[in-house]
């Protein structure tokens, strides 16, 4: 009757979080321990009054040698006995680990997922099974907790993510292996997880028992069931800030820039979340890896600074400008200069994503984009100083010389003149073409520096937003 009682806790788990449809393929992964061979054994079972296929792949690592390679032929024999198909995937971890710069728990783990997900391909798989169970959920969320986290590292392991899901989750190790000694199932163990190495292995070796031993029998059951909750209220704060998001965020050419008035207004907590958001979308394959709550608290400080202030973060540079938040990649290993980064591939183009001075071939502006004083009717005109409206303007606005497909609009109707027709019509020389300097956007050339500029980046009565660009003499 126990038995029935840890079998039936899985199941309400499948159906609850709708792992498994009818007639569904599922990728299990399983390495021979006492969680892999209970989750084959209980999808066994559950098969049988709930028809779908089942798949088993291990991983061999070749990190430990025989003992290592007795796990697959282990695996394999239990699957031929049991009539499931088997694929064994060796790898050697250790150079994966030294290629790529990771620790043997980070290559191993990435490499496992790679591989599911190849055999998932290949097999037109639905799911990929693993065997995570309650006492990972707690492990998972002190690891996060003391490594630093928000609401997201606090709830831990979800139960279903993308194609992965997790049937055993709240279970615990003892349930699990009680289901194992019930069924008479034999498992291999893993003489690394004895050791206490590695920091995962001390919280399960000996932080959770002592907190269950001198503090609550049950404080692993209470911290996994309080991970539940958090990621319900996680889901619901993450729809709320997508909503922020989705109006102060927006990608460009230069990065993510967030809309300050839009961003100021949203409720502290989902400010956060647009901030990791962010982050996440400039770091797609690590996301978070290297971010703490202390560098999210840093840039949402800097939202609140004065035009010009930036700071240094990993991977990120993040330059609070005018009524923006600009967060650009940086590159590992290179001090990150306060002038604008010169595009590799087109060295003829920079981008003027904020107020400062930026300089191309031997040419330095002075940049500043700021609100029209209320009490400012006319500009000066100047040769070499420009107001453009920039209520007309997108952000990405550049500074380069001319390239094929470049126009001014001349007249109020919109009417377009090739840049190339002006530059002959100025008497412009023609070696000295390629060098004069232009301020566009796209193939829109807005100013061409030291002539006129277009008829639709003229300040008119309606301006409320400006950018000032004034060319200088290169104290270089």
Not at 106 to 113: F, P, S, V
Not at 269 to 291: A, H, N, T
Not at 355 to 368: A, R, S
Request: charge should be neutral; glycine fraction near 6%; proline fraction near 4%.
């Amino acid at each position: 009757m126990v038995r029935d009682g840890i079998y039936r806790k899985a199941v309400r788990t499948i159906t609850e979080y709708e792992m498994i449809a009818r007639g569904e393929r599922v990728i299990v992964g399983v390495s021979g321990g006492a969680d892999s061979i209970c989750l084959l054994d209980m999808l066994r079972e559950y098969r049988l009054e709930y028809p779908f296929s089942i798949i088993v792949v291990h991983v061999e690592h070749g990190i430990r040698g025989s003992e290592s390679l007795e796990d697959a032929r282990f695996v394999e024999q239990l699957c031929e006995n049991w009539q499931i198909p088997c694929r064994v995937e060796r790898v050697d971890v250790n150079a994966l680990a030294k290629q790529e710069g990771l620790s043997l728990e980070e290559a191993g783990r990435k490499t496992r997922y790679e591989i599911f997900e190849r055999y998932r391909a290949e097999y037109n798989a639905d799911k990929i099974a693993v065997a995570h169970n309650q006492n990972d959920q707690a492990e998972t969320v002190l690891l996060n907790l003391t490594r630093g986290t928000g609401l997201r590292g606090m709830g831990g392991i979800l139960p279903v993510r993308d194609k992965i899901i997790r049937p055993l989750l709240f279970l615990s190790r003892a349930e699990i292996e009680n289901w194992l000694t019930q069924r008479k199932l034999l498992y291999r163990i893993d003489h690394t997880n004895l050791k206490t190495d590695y920091t995962r292995n001390r919280l399960r070796l000996q932080v959770l028992p002592e907190l269950e031993r001198g503090v609550n029998s049950e404080a692993v059951k209470h911290i996994a069931e309080a991970a539940a909750h958090l990621q319900k209220a996680e889901k619901y704060l993450s729809d709320q800030a997508q909503q922020l998001h989705k109006h102060c965020a927006k990608t460009t050419n230069w990065g993510i820039e967030i809309s300050l008035p839009e961003f100021c207004a949203g409720e502290d907590v989902l400010q956060e979340y647009v901030m990791r958001q962010c982050i996440r979308e400039l770091f797609p394959d690590v996301g978070l890896k290297d971010y703490t709550t202390g560098h999210i608290e840093k840039l949402k400080q800097l939202a609140k600074m004065p035009c010009g202030k930036r700071i240094n973060l990993p991977g990120i540079e993040a330059v609070r400008q005018r009524e923006q938040l600009l967060l650009k990649k940086t590159f590992p290993g290179k001090e990150i200069s306060r002038q604008p980064h010169i595009e590799k591939d087109d060295p003829k183009i920079c981008p003027l994503p904020g107020d400062g001075e930026y300089k191309l071939h031997g040419g330095c502006f002075h940049v500043e984009y700021l609100e029209r004083p209320g009490n400012m009717q006319s500009f000066p005109e100047k040769k070499y100083t420009k107001w453009l409206a920039y209520d007309t303007m997108k952000n990405d606005v550049c500074l380069r010389t001319r390239k094929t497909g470049d126009y001014l609009i001349i007249n109020t109707s919109g009417g377009r003149k090739k840049l190339n027709d002006y530059l002959i019509d100025r008497k412009i020389p023609r070696d000295e073409r390629d060098s004069v300097f232009l301020v566009a956007q796209g193939s829109h050339v807005l100013w061409v520096v030291g002539e006129r500029i277009s008829e639709a980046a003229k300040v008119t009565e309606k301006t409320e937003r400006l950018l000032k660009i004034q060319m200088m003499e290169d104290e270089e």
